[in-house]
């Protein structure tokens, strides 16, 4: 399975979704491959300083861009469980040939106007991509979501509407204990510092695991 953590907005939380889901997978048995996709290096950022707190690491992460992404993935994908790809919050090269390869599109939205808004181009993004890809999926859900709630309704109804992109009925809250388990390079299931943390980023991989085995 390849999923790709992707969007064209910056700070929507992509690199934390991806070096999450990669410690969730791997802990879980899977042979994991964690690729950063992105220019700012953001998920290789995170792997260094886990190797260099000396945390135990059983998947590789590696940098992969342009057009090179789409080739290294389909020679590598047959050795790997999971394949998880990181990408920039923009249109790149990169993304697209991410999406062209991917079996599942994981986008985050922030609950806030200048997110959501990014949902049609998205979308185009992905209408375009699916003759290339016919067996790709997309999903969106909220990160960072608003602990009022009131914002998270609003952007669940437009996520909703969306076609080509089904909503996953899982919120990732805004907590500052990501960043700092970002910080030890560490996931949230491993610093256990957040309860409710660790049950939303368990609940969005249930979610991914469900859809697959009903595939």
């Given amino acids: 399975m390849i999923i790709v953590v992707a969007g064209i ?3 929507t939380g992509k690199t934390t979704i991806a070096t999450n889901l990669t410690v969730i997978y791997a802990s879980s048995g899977k042979k994991v491959l964690l690729v950063d996709g992105d220019e700012q290096g ?16 059983t998947w590789p992460t590696i ?3 342009g057009k090179a992404l789409r080739a290294q ?3 590598m994908s047959p050795d790997y469980d999971v394949i998880i790809i990181d990408v920039g919050g923009r249109e790149t090269t990169s993304m697209r040939a991410a999406i062209s390869v991917a079996d599942i599109c994981l ?4 609950p806030r106007s200048l997110d959501i808004w990014t949902l049609g181009a998205m979308r185009s993004l992905i209408t375009e991509m699916l003759p290339a890809n016919p067996g790709l999926k997309a999903f969106a859900f909220i990160n960072q ?3 009022k709630g009131a914002d998270n309704q609003d952007a669940e109804e437009i996520l909703k509407d969306c076609l080509d992109i089904q909503y996953i ?5 805004s907590r500052k204990s990501f960043a700092n388990a970002a910080s030890d ?4 299931v491993e610093k256990k510092e957040d309860k409710k943390a660790v049950s939303e980023m368990k609940s969005l991989h249930l979610y991914l695991e469900k859809y697959v085995n009903r595939t």
Avoid at 107 to 110: D, Q
Avoid at 185 to 188: F, M, N, P, Q, Y
Wanted: glycine share 12%; charged share 15%.
């Fill in 9 to 11: 907005k910056g700070g």
């Fill in 107 to 110: 986008i985050p939205f922030k």
């Fill in 63 to 65: 940098q992969l861009s």
């Fill in 73 to 75: 993935i389909q020679k």
């Fill in 42 to 57: 953001s998920a290789s950022t995170w792997a260094s300083q886990r190797y260099a707190m000396d945390w135990p690491t």
């Fill in 169 to 173: 009925p899982v919120s990732i809250g």
């Fill in 185 to 188: 390079g560490l996931g949230i």
């Fill in 145 to 147: 979501a608003d602990p």
